[in-house]
């Protein structure tokens, strides 16, 4: 019998670490909260072949690919199809260069697709896990830590929004690769040298916000509580002071591999990265005030399958939103001419619809690259285009795939000045489909920033017909308009070409 408990039919992840490849399978409650009826782990370390080596040995291979097969008998009996299965792999995955070897056996064998997600998915999955845990969360600013093998993603929470997030190659599986060999003291000395060369990332990240909790996420981590719990007699598994925190940093290092093995009954493939972890740990939270650390017992695994289980589009381009609001804070972009640009753009999205013919998904590129346009002018005024495209480029992004942020890139990048040929290296990967997305786009975006030309938001209305052959354009607002015509008109040239169409504009 199925159980009533459960609001949604039962879905699965599958999370492929750089330290062990774990299952969650659950469902959404009728209270609307996480039930995880099936959680398997499989200390498989891909990280450590990755790291090293720069690709997955054999026997690692086949290992993982036992994992799977186990892990689909486990579905079949627990009849989720596979079309409700997701997997995700993260670090190890990226970096390895026989990954596709691992990805083609295990749809070959089992039907699984396995998805490599960047470090800004997984920030944003783990971001989705802890708000769903800890709802209150939204009344403090917080860091989240979520320390895997291959990286360690950061998070930082306003008011329970997401502003911003990192992703460093600072796990502990590469941790140990990068340093083995050395002996237990040196090895710690290397891990805070190792972190102090990294600690102005974090501080550029938090961007002088007071930090009221951290939030600390995986398999490290919760071990940490528990071993607090057990060595220190704290009050909960799930909540460390930073005095504590050092205090088991100051034990642990203090118990060679066996003796963590056994006097504290922590698995082999654990025993060795939870150094690492604890010391990781201890550096972001001294660096961020000494906050409490809240350990919420889920993570990335949790917030893919909630992110599957909740299937709302809606709230991806609210992530992407808020992330955009962030960094043109950040880049101390004019907020009132960007959302005034936005306005005319998205007024020009939706009367050209039948005309331009994009998808609905491309409405939210457009919206941000009109929010973005100018950031680039924080690094140089002149050519802030180029700046511009360089910074989407580089930095981590939320609620957009990598697909979709070369796009948005791409788009700011071609903004003014002449475009680029068709067979300029700028535009060499696209198809012709997608170049004519993207000059699309280009048009749209054109438009309506020459229509703020005087940054006096006094175009407010826009009104499009398609009169036989010809787009008439008709834009009501405030004054003159003269300007507005001027900038307008020089970009008829690219919107004509875009559309297929002659354009006519009044004002």
Same mark, same amino acid.
């Given at each position: ?40 782990r499989?200390?498989?370390r ?19 690919l ?38 083609d ?41 979520? %320390?895997? #093998? ?5 998070? =930082?929470?306003?008011? &329970?929004q997401?502003? $911003? *997030?990192?992703? /460093? ?17 040196d ?18 990240? %938090?961007? #002088?916000m007071?930090?009221?909790?951290? =939030?600390?996420?995986? &398999?490290?981590?919760? $071990? *940490?509580?528990? /071993? ?32 963590r ?5 922590l ?104 929010l ?24 981590p ?5 990598d ?11 071609c ?45 407010k ?47």
């Open positions: 019998m199925p159980d009533q408990s459960l609001q949604t039919p039962l879905n699965a992840v599958i999370d492929i670490g750089s330290n062990a490849i774990r299952l969650r399978i659950g469902a959404l409650g009728h209270d609307g909260r996480l039930d995880i009826i099936e959680a398997v499989a200390p498989v891909l990280g450590q072949d990755a790291f090293q080596q720069g690709e997955l040995r054999t026997p690692t291979l086949e290992r993982a036992e994992t799977f097969a186990d892990f689909h008998q486990l579905l079949s009996r627990k009849s989720v199809p596979i079309k409700q299965v997701r997997a995700i792999a993260t670090s190890a995955m990226r970096e390895a260069s026989n990954g596709r070897v691992l990805i056996r295990v749809a070959e064998t089992t039907g699984i697709r396995i998805e490599v997600i960047s470090g800004s998915e997984e920030a944003r999955l783990v971001s989705l896990a802890v708000r769903h845990a800890l709802p209150k969360l939204e009344e403090n600013n917080a860091l989240l830590i979520d %320390i895997g #093998g291959g990286s360690v993603e950061f998070v =930082v929470m306003e008011k &329970g997401v502003i $911003a *997030l990192e992703s /460093l190659k600072m796990g502990t599986v590469r941790l140990l690769s990068r340093f083995a060999g050395q002996s237990d003291q090895f710690v000395r290397l891990l805070d040298e190792f972190f102090d060369a990294n600690a102005g990332k974090i501080r550029e990240l %938090i961007d #002088g007071d930090i009221d909790i951290c =939030v600390g996420t995986g &398999g490290n981590i919760e $071990a *940490l509580g528990q /071993l607090g719990r057990q060595m220190l007699g704290s009050s909960s598994p799930k909540r460390l002071k930073y005095g504590e925190l050092k205090s088991l940093c100051r034990q642990l290092d203090a118990l060679d591999l066996d003796e093995i056994e006097k504290l009954k698995r082999p493939d654990r025993a060795d990265v939870i150094i690492p972890a604890s010391h990781t740990l201890r550096q972001v939270l001294k660096l961020v005030g000494k906050p409490d650390l809240l350990i919420p017992g889920v993570g990335l695994a949790e917030g893919a399958l909630l992110d599957l289980l909740q299937r709302r589009p809606s709230d991806t381009h609210h992530d992407a939103l808020i992330w955009a609001s962030a960094v043109g804070r950040k880049y101390h972009v004019d907020s009132r001419h960007a959302t005034h640009v936005r306005d005319l753009a998205l007024q020009l999205f939706d009367q050209l619809a039948a005309i331009h013919n994009l998808p609905a998904r491309d409405k939210v590129i457009l919206e941000l690259a009109a973005l346009h100018e950031i680039g002018i924080f690094v140089r005024p002149d050519g802030h285009h180029r700046h511009a495209w360089y910074l989407l480029n580089a930095m992004m939320l609620g957009i795939s697909d979709e942020q070369t796009l948005l890139a791409l788009v700011v990048r903004q003014r000045k002449k475009l680029p040929e068709m067979d300029d290296d700028l535009l060499a990967t696209l198809s012709k489909k997608e170049s004519d997305r993207w000059l699309k786009l280009v048009a749209l975006l054109r438009l309506a920033i020459a229509l703020n030309k005087e940054r006096r938001t006094a175009v209305q826009i009104h499009c017909r398609l009169n036989g052959k010809t787009i008439e354009i008709s834009c009501k607002g405030e004054g003159d308009l003269l300007l507005e015509r001027w900038a307008a008109l020089r970009q008829l040239e690219i919107a004509e070409k875009a559309f297929g169409h002659r354009i006519e504009m009044s004002f």
